[in-house]
């Protein structure tokens, strides 16, 4: 009970109704990357707030408030919870993004809108990122001019990488929603696919949905691209200890292993590559 109530005094000491203490330890690491870019695995729409249970989410504003305030830039809607509100649950999420400097992929009031590119401009460099997901609890995506989830599909996603290298991108991201869950070792076919990807314009691929850990490897394309496929990194805020106490087994110590992915770019003669990778663990 007491440490219970140390916890509770501590985290109202922070600002954002106490979630900024969720990113306290980590936000000059965030706050140092050119673009820094989280999975958004929850709604956020207290406006349309239904029945929340174990798999159904809601968020407050004030965790996307803590987000930018940790140096958070843009978030991944695209994912298995971005319909646990229903469709005007998803789209109020995109209303409150709107009114911090959050930017947001994946997701939107089209399909267009969701398969859309982002194009950041860093430091000289313009880079593309898109979002996709092969997982969904809910699939309520209706007609091509209706609310719209990036659903994984490999010739969208290449069409929307070259989307991005037409508006200018030198190198181009994606996040994508996939695997099995609490397992350590990607799916056969999402090994296919990332080579499919990588092959066909994409630059690197930046995994979650499994919970835990999973492979970082390099790829170099056909076309000389050294390129890179992180199938998951891992839980980040929440350590799923339903139950038991933080890390008493390998399972629960396994939820709660992360990483911070960095990528380094250079630009040498016109042209962007990566220079550098670094999973940076956290807890």
Request: with cysteine; aromatic share 8%; hydrophobic share 40%.
């Amino acid at each position: 009970s007491s440490v219970k109530s140390s916890a509770a005094k501590n985290a109202a000491s922070y600002g954002n109704e106490g979630w900024d203490s969720l990113f306290s330890d980590v936000k000059d690491t965030l706050s140092s990357a050119d673009l820094a870019i989280a999975n958004l695995e929850t709604p956020v729409a207290p406006i349309h707030n239904g029945p929340l249970a174990q798999k159904v989410f809601n968020g407050p504003i004030a965790l996307l408030k803590a987000l930018q305030d940790a140096g958070v830039d843009a978030v991944s809607m695209a994912n298995n919870h971005v319909w646990d509100q229903g469709t005007v649950g998803m789209l109020e999420t995109i209303q409150h993004l709107q009114e911090t400097t959050l930017l947001w992929a994946g997701a939107g009031a089209t399909c267009a809108d969701a398969q859309a590119p982002r194009v950041f401009e860093k430091n000289g460099i313009h880079i593309g990122w898109i979002s996709t997901t092969r997982i969904h609890n809910l699939l309520l995506n209706k007609g091509p001019d209706d609310p719209c989830v990036f659903s994984f599909d490999v010739t969208k996603i290449l069409a929307s990488a070259a989307l991005a290298r037409d508006q200018g991108a030198e190198v181009v991201f994606l996040s994508v929603h996939w695997g099995t869950e609490y397992t350590s070792q990607p799916l056969d076919w999402d090994k296919r696919f990332a080579t499919q990807l990588l092959d066909g314009g994409i630059d690197g691929i930046i995994g979650h949905h499994p919970h835990v850990l999973q492979p970082i490897q390099w790829h170099d394309t056909p076309d000389s691209r050294h390129t890179f496929v992180a199938y998951s990194v891992g839980n980040f805020v929440t350590g799923q200890g339903y139950s038991t106490p933080i890390g008493s087994t390998s399972s629960e110590a396994l939820k709660r292993d992360s990483v911070i992915l960095r990528v380094h770019l250079k630009k040498e003669n016109n042209k962007v590559q990566i220079d550098d990778l670094h999973a940076l663990p956290a807890w």
